[in-house]
């Protein structure tokens, strides 16, 4: 071979292995943008999620959606799983439910029709649509699980915190995941959380969110979903069939908060605050109204009419944007619930509920569930140190909570500290 041959055989190396690379990097980086990071993420955010020993939990629903990658595409076949998901656990095996009595959720069928028997009465005619629409089904009292975690308060939880949401709020949760809401262990005690939902209430939003709320259960597991629809009267459904799921489910967990998906919560302050409420028995506790009366006018949205409520007080409750209970009430208040008729408004519902238990509701400054100040530009709206001496505060959207949350939480030096107990 001369020199030249020698040259020429160099450069097709020199060539060959060029695009050998360059076609490595395409193949490497196409990977890369698809699958990879998608999988890397979600693994992390389960491995986060798994800290309160959910191994097995996790290890089921694994099983139930072996081939994440494929979930998008193949709805058809994917459609049952769900359905599965939801009777599934109902017949969970038993170790679930060792310590709880072997119990589940007992309402597989929802069938329950509108009564008839007043529709022709003057009072009833006479209603808003919404009232009509609440009496027509107000005998109804409970409806299947679509979305069940009966592994959730397995163990031993401190503290239980219930979210009311509903399906079109994700980024309401997403920043309370990551806030207020996190799944954590405070000086050995277990803080759980869970989201209330029912069913979205017209056709199209169903369609559209009901698999993002179950795939976005799938990652964080922390969704319960009963099938009945979401909306304004129906939040006594919510309060009546949380109180049910957690009297099956949750034989041991010391303290409840519940609370709206719209609020900014200390976890601090109700550790201080219920460790130096250990001995009070019956504890509940929030920004309680006394004497409250039910309000006349039409145009208000918690206008309620004489046909539905005669009395000229509602019995003492607690603002239903956050409060705390203690597991012991919140059991009986599921039996004094069930000797009741619903009532929509649900905080007031649980007054009632109360009131048949002769439990009379603690009211505490830390707990603002009806606005802060009557001036939305006042000061305190935006003081940190304010609300870091709080226990709720409403109303907080998710940017201006997740910036007063990173605020609170920074090394922030209040002037004086402010006594909540
Ligand atoms: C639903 O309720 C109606 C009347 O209450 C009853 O006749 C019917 O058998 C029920 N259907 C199922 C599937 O339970
Ligand atoms: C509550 O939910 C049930 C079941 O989805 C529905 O039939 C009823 O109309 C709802 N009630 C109100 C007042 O929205």
């Keep these: 071979m001369t020199t030249r041959d020698w040259w020429r055989v160099y450069k097709r190396v020199c060539v060959m292995f060029f695009l050998a690379v360059v076609t490595l990097t395409v193949v490497q980086r196409g990977s890369i943008g698809t699958g990879a990071p998608f999988q890397i993420e979600r693994q992390a955010r389960m491995e986060a999620s798994s800290e309160g020993g959910e191994d097995r939990a ?17 709805s058809k076949t994917k459609q049952a799983e769900p359905a599965a998901a939801a009777t599934g656990t109902t017949e969970e095996p038993s170790v679930i439910h060792e310590g709880a009595g072997s119990q589940t959720w007992d309402v597989s069928i929802a069938n329950c029709s509108a009564n008839l028997n007043f529709i022709n009465q003057d009072w009833f005619r006479g209603l808003e649509a919404n009232f009509k629409q609440f009496l027509l089904y107000r005998h109804c009292r409970f409806f299947p699980m679509l979305i069940n975690h009966p592994e959730k308060c397995l163990g031993e939880t401190y503290l239980l915190m219930v979210i009311k949401s509903i399906a079109s709020q994700h980024d309401r949760r997403e920043v309370i995941r990551k806030t207020w809401g996190k799944e954590q262990v405070v000086d ?8 209330l939902l029912g069913t979205a209430s017209n056709e199209a939003e169903k369609a559209n969110h009901q698999r993002l709320l179950e795939y976005e259960d799938y990652i964080y597991g922390d969704i319960l979903q009963w099938d009945f629809q979401d909306s304004f009267f129906n939040l006594t459904l919510k309060e009546t069939h949380f109180l049910k799921w957690f009297s099956t489910y949750c034989a041991d967990v010391r303290y409840i908060f519940k609370g709206d998906d719209d609020v900014f919560v200390s976890v601090e302050n109700i550790f201080e605050y219920l460790e130096a409420s250990a001995h009070v028995k019956n504890l509940f506790v929030g920004d309680v109204l006394f004497k409250a009366k039910p309000i006349r006018k039409k145009e208000n949205k918690y206008y309620i009419p004489q046909a539905l409520y005669k009395k000229t007080y509602y019995p003492p409750y607690a603002g239903g944007g956050g409060f705390l209970m203690d597991a012991p009430l919140a059991r009986r208040l599921y039996w004094a619930s069930d000797s009741l008729e619903l009532y929509p408004i649900d905080d007031v519902f649980l007054g009632m509920c109360l009131e048949v ?11 603002k569930t009806f606005g802060l100040v009557k001036n ?23 940017p201006d909570l997740i910036h007063m949350w990173n605020l609170v939480n920074s090394n922030l030096i209040c ?5 909540i107990l």
């Design 415 to 419: 002037s004086q500290k402010v006594e």
């Design 376 to 398: 939305k530009k006042s000061k305190l709206n935006q003081e940190p140190c304010f609300f870091k001496s709080m226990i709720v505060v409403h109303k907080l959207l998710p």
């Design 357 to 367: 238990l002769q439990v009379t509701p603690i009211k505490h400054n830390a707990f």
């Design 58 to 74: 996790l290890q089921q629903k694994k099983g139930l959606y072996p081939v994440t990658n494929t979930f998008w595409k193949n």
């Design 188 to 195: 050995g005690k277990n803080v759980k959380k869970v989201f």
